[in-house]
């Protein structure tokens, strides 16, 4: 019998999962596959995140969940203890720490290559050290100088999102002439502090922040100017899974879809990102993102595929 248990020695003392699976090496950044965008399964291990929060707020839950996304595909998990939605409460780092430190050693040791979802950099610093391969820091515009002094000295992969203000002040932010051109800009303004540290290009991985500082019409124009994003020269990560203006895209007789109706309109758009180059999606729905991606891959590949994707997709991927 198949099992989703962690590995020896990666949960709480009392876990009651069985231990089928033994550890695998290490899962390294340089071995992501090149030939298709990759798929990032988000794991929240928080009480209140606006999709999915609650259902994997225990280490033993978040950890089963973790490991399904893994067992179905996905080639990054994300790994958060602090809903990032707007309104949401601070979590200070000692409680963000002690939700998932357990959860990211135990999918270490199942072989899955994980990122640490965090914009405090103590937390980023002790998710290293328990495994985690990749920070992403949705800080935006508020990047801790810590921050830039670990992801420095670390050289690990860094994911850099485009945010204006914090939780509770980020909406009442989301003014714009040029969408697309003032992200760009204030993403090279954000990128420059790096590069002075001594952060390496290869390092950095931009995010436009959909939905941060964005409202439903910004956001969209972000997803059809992605190729502007471009003109940085690194990795692109979109992260649109079940966000709002999706949502109310699919509203029904004066009603917003739920979260978890809205992975259809995720994979849309999965589809479309990859086909356009993006380097990583990030997703709730791990299956439906993977069938996406490799669409992308082979439309892109077929001949005759419109020059501008083929040329999009081929987007030099550096590890």
């Known amino acids: 019998m198949d099992s989703l248990a962690a590995a020896p020695g990666t949960g709480p003392a009392t876990s009651p999962l069985p231990i089928l699976r033994k550890p695998r090496p290490a899962a390294r950044f340089a071995d992501l596959p090149t030939d298709r965008t990759l798929v990032m399964g988000i794991l929240n291990v928080t009480p ?7 259902k994997h707020a225990t280490a033993d839950t978040a950890i089963a969940a973790g490991l399904r996304m893994f067992y179905a595909g996905a080639d990054i998990i994300d790994v958060g203890g602090e809903s990032t939605r707007p309104g949401a409460d601070e979590v200070s780092p000692d409680e963000e720490q002690r939700r998932v430190l357990p959860v990211i050693e135990a999918l270490v040791k199942a072989g899955a290559l994980v990122s640490i979802d965090t914009t405090h950099a103590a937390t ?10 990749i920070i992403n820091d949705v800080s935006g515009l508020t ?11 670390s ?11 914090d939780a509770r002040t980020m909406n009442s932010l989301a003014e714009y002439t040029d969408v697309a051109g003032e992200v760009v800009a204030e993403l090279a303004g954000v990128r420059d502090k790096l590069y002075a540290a001594g952060v390496a290009p290869e390092q950095i991985i931009i995010d436009p922040g959909l939905g941060f500082a964005k409202n439903d019409a910004q956001n969209w124009e972000l997803l059809q100017n992605l190729d502007q994003l471009d003109s940085l020269g690194h990795k692109v990560l979109v992260a649109a899974s079940r966000k709002r203006f999706l949502g109310t895209l699919l509203t029904v007789a004066g009603k917003s879809a739920a979260p978890d109706e809205r992975d259809g309109a995720t994979a849309a758009i999965t589809a479309i990102s990859a086909f356009r180059g993006a380097w990583a999606v990030r997703v709730h729905d791990v299956g439906s993102s993977l069938d996406a991606v490799k669409v992308a891959a082979r439309m892109a590949a077929a001949p005759g595929a419109p020059k501008a994707a083929a040329a999009s997709s081929a987007v030099p991927r550096t590890t």
Do not use: Q
Request: without cysteine; proline residues 5%.
């Open 124 to 133: 980023a610093a002790a998710a290293l050290k328990a495994g985690a391969a």
């Open 143 to 153: 990047i801790e100088p810590e921050m830039v002094e670990l992801v420095a000295a």
């Open 48 to 54: 209140d995140s606006f999709s999915d929060g609650g």
């Open 155 to 165: 050289k690990a992969p860094y994911v850099l999102t485009h945010r204006r203000g």
